[in-house]
């Protein structure tokens, strides 16, 4: 085998939009490694955001195995490069956490809070240390989620500085402004004191060293919005969407906020979050009350991968009123649900980590 029949191949894929190859458009790195049957080279793209990257690899596998040959091995071998770079290094304001995810979606209600809180829990449990900040300063859920409504911070003296201390609850840090003031009071807040109070929760927050902190927005894209991605050096957002056409198209809204060039924030995955309604005397049943698969046509339409379905089950819905997450329970189908979607969060970051930044 030589490289050549390799190239010839990568020949017939386009890349979408175009009526270039891939060849053409200088994409196909100049390390193509044969050993045996084994085939690895990198692809390079223009932009880390680029939102082709996972069909165009695949597609580039699929043009060997049919136009080199079917025995080739290289599934999982070629690699991604990107000219423009994203330096994800640890950010600046709080050096110990590893990765900051924030929790977002166009149109509100649609969970965020309740996914926030049980990916949190998940993470802990499976042995990561896990922070969650919510920056809903105008309706701030938390709190109630994880039943500590009655927790104050109180300050510690590190060095010469005071810091705010996290309660730590079912091994996630939380802090949230539900803390600090009366929920009608930061209602009449602007914009602007909300900025500053949230910016003091990230810079005045004894986060501690973490491997995940999760950011519970608020609905939309909103100067809260921009203020977290200005002051935070964000690993990637996750889009929570129902299945229903309104959210979908907010769901893109939100998702372009993100891939915006400006605040070029990779997005993870999206959260298929109310997929399907099962009674409970009927479990076998599936009700499709805000439209089937939406979540998933969209991951597929715009190629950002789909990191779960969350069906709408009574016992989430109770367990975020009584503060007692689904999650903490990993033997449950619910709690298994939220288990493998925080797999897939890890496994998702691992991949941006390994390809796209530098
Ligand atoms: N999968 C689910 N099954 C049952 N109930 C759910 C599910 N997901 C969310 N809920 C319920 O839907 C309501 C809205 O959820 P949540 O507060 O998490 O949404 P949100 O997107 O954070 O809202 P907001 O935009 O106001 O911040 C809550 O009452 C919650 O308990
Ligand atoms: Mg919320």
């Known amino acids: 085998m030589y490289p050549q029949l390799i190239i010839e191949a990568l020949k017939k894929v386009k890349y979408p939009g175009t009526e270039k190859n891939l060849v053409e458009m200088d994409m196909v790195e100049d390390n193509i490694r044969i050993e045996g049957n084994k085939v690895s080279f990198s692809l390079l793209f223009e932009k880390p955001n680029d939102p082709f990257i996972r069909s165009i690899v695949k597609a580039a596998e699929t043009a060997i195995i049919t136009y080199v040959s079917s025995d080739v091995d290289i599934k999982g071998n070629i690699s991604v490069a990107t000219r423009q770079t994203v330096c994800r290094e640890p950010d600046k304001l709080l050096p110990g956490v590893k990765n900051i995810i924030a929790v977002a979606s166009g149109k509100g209600g649609v969970g965020k809070s309740t996914i926030a809180t049980n990916l949190a829990v998940s993470l802990a449990g499976m042995g990561y240390k ?10 701030p859920s938390q709190p109630k989620m ?28 939380l802090l949230s402004i539900g803390f ?14 909300a900025c500053n109070a949230l910016k003091q929760l990230i810079r005045e927050g004894n986060w501690g060293d973490l491997d995940f902190l999760l950011i519970d927005l608020p609905p939309g894209t909103s100067d809260i919005h921009l203020t977290m991605l200005q002051t935070l050096s964000i690993t990637g957002a996750v889009i929570v969407t129902t299945p229903q056409e309104v959210a979908l198209a907010d769901a893109r809204k939100g998702i372009s906020m993100f891939l915006n060039e400006k605040m070029n924030v990779p997005v993870l995955g999206l959260i298929e979050n109310m997929a399907w309604f099962t009674p409970v005397e009927l479990p076998e049943s599936q009700y499709f009350l805000f439209g089937k698969e939406g979540g998933k046509r969209l991951s597929e339409e715009l190629d950002i991968p789909l990191l779960g379905q969350i069906p709408i089950v009574q016992s989430i819905c109770e367990s975020g009123d009584n503060g007692v997450p689904v999650a903490l329970d990993p033997d449950t189908i619910t709690g298994a649900a939220f288990r493998a979607l925080a797999e897939n969060v890890v496994e998702r970051v691992e991949w941006h980590r390994k ?3 530098c």
Do not use: S
């Open 130 to 139: 896990t922070g969650l900040l919510d920056a809903d300063i105008f309706g």
């Open 146 to 173: 994880f039943r500590i409504e009655d927790a104050r911070p109180y300050l510690e003296r590190i060095g010469d500085r005071d810091l705010i201390r996290p309660p730590e609850k079912y091994g996630v840090k």
């Open 180 to 193: 600090f003031v009366n929920k009608n009071d930061a209602v009449l807040w602007r914009g602007a004191m």
């Open 355 to 357: 390809h796209i930044f």
